[in-house]
């Protein structure tokens, strides 16, 4: 929310860097 493009950037680095469970719960608190 606070960050626009960077969020969208960190959910993919996240998913790539941390399993899908940490992906899921970072995309939930990114929104």
Same mark, same amino acid.
């Given at each position: 929310?606070r960050? /626009? &493009?960077?969020? &969208?950037? @960190?959910? #993919? %680095?996240?998913?790539? %860097?941390?399993p899908? #469970? %940490? @992906? #899921?719960i970072?995309? @939930? %608190? /990114? &929104?």
């Amino acid at each position: 929310m606070r960050f /626009g &493009s960077q969020t &969208s950037h @960190a959910c #993919r %680095v996240s998913t790539t %860097v941390f399993p899908p #469970r %940490v @992906a #899921r719960i970072r995309l @939930a %608190v /990114g &929104s």
